[in-house]
């Protein structure tokens, strides 16, 4: 399976193929545009398959790093306007999260599983950078899970590109409360590991979990995701979801991701504002971000009405 991951080198746009390594020298090369921009002109390279080949024929001189801590990782496949890439995702899809007389088989699954909207390519970051949460939250926790990713191409048809890792940040105390809102819950920033891992959806990952409050482990956990974790048949489930015309703008990327196993939350134990959550996935990818929580609330809102009425007085 080949991976690739995205960089910033003293003002370069760089891509790099295998992993970014956490110590040590590292090649990368040039590449003029976002690598997404570049599969954008050449729709016949979307395939997955052949997306390793097409990047190796269009990229610059190569740049030895020395220390990789001179580099900035940033999001795979992010376009160069953020608001282009919709990062969404499903909800309950593991086997572990059905109530325990669920038959777990796939001719067991009916319907489909909820579906929500996180935000903008914005609300995406990468390991190191902090995670934002509304100052409302009632009680936060992560989701380790498969991230697949997918590129719109200009016939409206969804390309899927390749698969990474993140952590679905989630205000599940809010959602517990009231499961009508869902989608409130869900409106946290997310991570995203560095690499694209060019290939279909793992089968089967396995991971850790651990979070650090004022320097000290206050909690850690495992998990298992991949396709074979799933309660729902994935081919379905983004059957039903790309059937959906208005998600389907060309040129659109989208982030997805396929749900999670058990959490923190699930065994009683909530994330702080400042902790710092660390998820390890078996295929070397980590991701290492604390949440903050309030940070992002600064906006004074305008009512409708009242701006109306500021309207009719100066009529």
Known sequence: METIFECEYRGSRCLGFGRPPLIGPSDVYEVDLPV???LKQYED????????DFLRSHIGHRITVGDTGAFHLRPPMMPAEQATAIVSGFGLTHKTKRPPQT???KSGAQGYPAWFFKGFGSCLKSTGQRLTVPKSAVGVCEEAEVVMVYLVDS?????YLGYSFGNDLTDIGQI????????????CDCAIAATLVLAPPPVCVDGSVSIDRDGQRVWDGLFTTGTSALFFDLDHMLQKLWSHASLRPPSTVHYVYLGADKNSS???????DRDIVTIRFAEDAVLSNQVWIGEADEFTERRPIEMLSRVQTRV
């Not at 390279?45 to 390793?52: L, N, R, S, T, V």
């Not at 517990?176 to 409106?187: D, R, T, W």
């Open 36 to 38: 997404v921009e570049l």
């Open 45 to 52: 390279e979307h395939h997955y398959g052949a997306i390793g």
């Open 103 to 105: 038959d777990n088989s």
């Open 155 to 159: 016939k409206g048809c969804p390309q």
């Open 176 to 187: 517990k409360a009231n499961s009508s809102h869902l989608s409130y819950g869900k409106l």
């Open 266 to 272: 699930d065994y009683g134990f909530g994330i702080r």
